[in-house]
């Protein structure tokens, strides 16, 4: 059927308006087709992998769509198949940097011999050459760098990764004033001020690169590192958690994250997570190591931390403070001897020596040398920056009561609040000394009184008798006698517990134990040692019992 041409199906404006209406959604749909380029340049790797296996696969894909692939491959964190990918294109240079990334450093080293001269083969051969610990090829290699971005770059790296933090922030720095554009470099700034404990530093530096990338992974865990840092774990877990539901195809990012969240829930699923990613995760042995630490599992750090070598402050600490606490543990003067070593490393260093952790270093290497009148010196040092921590008071207590420093030391144990200490042996023995000490050997005696029978409580008791009997402080030391007596009937706590009935007896006639004790009036003081008195049955004691009971007769005390 043939249709008139007098009908027409279309008017000639509204044929124009179709035309225009075409090439809008010809258009539109040439806007739609995703491109490389513009999957890179907004850092979707995963969407631009995807594009790339598509194309290859149907046979329409982009010019070097396989070096393409296999630079998103790596920068999505995949090495293994971006390493398998130039090797297929026998791109040494390329592969031996994925080689490096996977920590393979012989087999980067290997394919680096073969490579062409280029500037990337000079940055990679001294990244290689720290990572040997080789000076000298470190020293030439660094002689090939040129003043350009990219080697200046590499530059900054290896001071990072030296720990000379300072350095690396001069350097980007400067090349941000150079290039405007390279906002990514304020991350790097704002790491290295992370790494000088400049929190609030860091966490403005990196809000420039945030304000313009706020998807980024690595500019938002450091974010929440800071906070971490700055605040408390719920409000750096609070920071991440919207990322990881949406890394299902970054293991790299994923590990990250999921590391970072056992440290901010305090250890919570350390066993869980840790283990596997220790040769992922330079960081995750050490906090694996904080965590057995922390549960006190000695042996399980002693086990992790010896195949380390420390290059880094917070290696040579945690070395050291594992070795401190086994040494004491198993009272190994070797293992002693490398914690002293180790810290007093730390101390000495330039980087260090006037940071607090450096101070506490070598604190803890005086303490462990006994040499206490230094340690002192230190922990003056640093009490205004650490005064209201528990552990420092603790420590600092410790070691006053053992200088003699008793009034200060009652002062500093008595304001720590952790339970933890409170109810540890060091602190209950430390504190009973001080109240010795300081006169107050009633408020000694509530002490043992609180305690339950143990053997801590016996060594509580032995510390009230002896030094209550050595400072004249006789009706507890006499107390204190009567119940080890009890405990271990002996000679030498007979003699003592009659010594130190007469010892109170004589304060009594003198005047004085009124005065110090304050609230035994005389017949309490009397009624308190007669019983302790009359459960002994050797003829010495009968006699002091009878001169006491005589006196109280004719005083009306009894």
């Not at 900054?156 to 090349?175: C, E, G, M, P, V």
């Not at 200060?408 to 009973?432: G, H, N, S």
Request: hydrophobic residues 40%.
């Amino acid at each position: 059927m043939i249709l008139s041409r007098n009908k027409a199906s279309v008017a000639n404006n509204q044929l124009a308006n179709l035309n225009e209406l075409r090439a809008q959604r010809s258009a539109a749909a040439n806007q739609d087709v995703p491109t490389v380029l513009k999957f890179v340049s907004d850092r979707d790797f995963i969407g631009c992998i995807t594009l790339l296996e598509h194309g290859i696969l149907s046979g329409v894909g982009e010019e070097n769509a396989d070096l393409w692939l296999a630079y998103c491959l790596f920068h999505n964190g995949d090495y293994k198949k971006s390493l398998q990918k130039y090797l297929e294109m026998d791109n040494q240079i390329y592969a031996a940097c994925c080689y490096f990334y996977l920590g393979m450093y012989t087999e980067a080293k290997e394919l680096l011999r073969k490579a062409p001269a280029s500037p990337l083969k000079v940055r990679l051969s001294f990244q290689l050459a720290h990572q040997d610990g080789d000076e000298t090829e470190v020293m030439e290699h660094h002689k090939g760098l040129r003043d350009v971005a990219e080697d200046q770059l590499c530059l900054a790296a290896i001071h990072y990764l030296r720990s000379n933090y300072q350095d690396a922030i001069d350097i980007y720095k400067r090349l941000v004033l150079q290039n405007k554009d390279m906002v990514a470099l304020h991350v790097y700034i704002a790491l290295c001020y992370y790494k000088l404990d400049f929190y609030d530093v860091s966490q403005e530096v990196l809000s420039v690169y945030l304000q313009k990338n706020q998807d980024s992974l690595i500019a938002i865990n450091l974010k929440a590192c800071n906070i971490y840092r700055l605040y408390n774990g719920r409000a750096a877990e609070t920071e991440i958690r919207t990322l990881m539901d949406s890394l299902s195809n970054c293991s790299f990012g994923r590990e990250l994250l999921e590391h970072n969240l056992v440290i901010f829930r305090n250890g919570e699923g350390a066993l869980q997570v840790l283990p596997v990613l220790l040769d992922v995760i330079p960081e995750a042995k050490l906090n694996l190591i904080t965590y057995y630490l922390r549960q006190d599992e000695l042996k399980e750090a002693l086990r992790l931390i010896q195949d380390v070598e420390p290059t880094l402050p917070v290696e040579y600490i945690l070395k050291g403070t594992v070795y401190t606490l086994m040494g004491q543990e198993t009272n190994n003067k070797e293992y002693i001897d490398i914690a002293i070593k180790h810290l007093h490393l730390v101390g000495s260093s330039s980087s260090e020596c006037d940071t607090i952790p450096g101070r506490q270093c070598v604190a803890t290497a005086y303490f462990l040398q006994q040499q206490y009148d230094d340690v002192l010196l230190y922990m003056n040092s640093i009490k205004s920056y650490l005064g209201n921590d528990d552990t420092f008071k603790f420590n600092f207590a410790l070691v006053k009561t053992i200088l003699g420093h008793y009034k200060e030391a009652e002062e500093d144990l008595l304001v720590i609040q952790k339970p933890q200490y409170r109810t540890d042996y060091t602190f209950l023995e430390c504190l009973t000394r001080c109240l010795i000490m300081n006169r107050k050997a009633a408020q000694a005696w509530d002490i043992y009184n609180r305690m339950e029978t143990s053997a801590e409580s016996l060594g509580i008791l032995h510390l009230l008798a002896n030094d209550c009997y050595r400072t004249g402080q006789f009706l507890i030391a006499s107390k204190a006698f009567d119940v080890l007596d009890k405990y271990d009937p002996s000679a030498e706590h007979a003699d003592a517990k009659r010594g130190a009935c007469v010892g109170t007896f004589r304060m009594i006639l003198a005047g004085k134990e009124d005065r110090q004790t304050r609230h035994f009036v005389f017949q309490e003081v009397v009624n308190e040692i007669l019983p302790i008195l009359r459960a002994s049955a050797d003829p010495q004691t009968n006699q002091v019992l009878r001169v006491i009971t005589n006196w109280a007769k004719e005083n009306r005390t009894r």
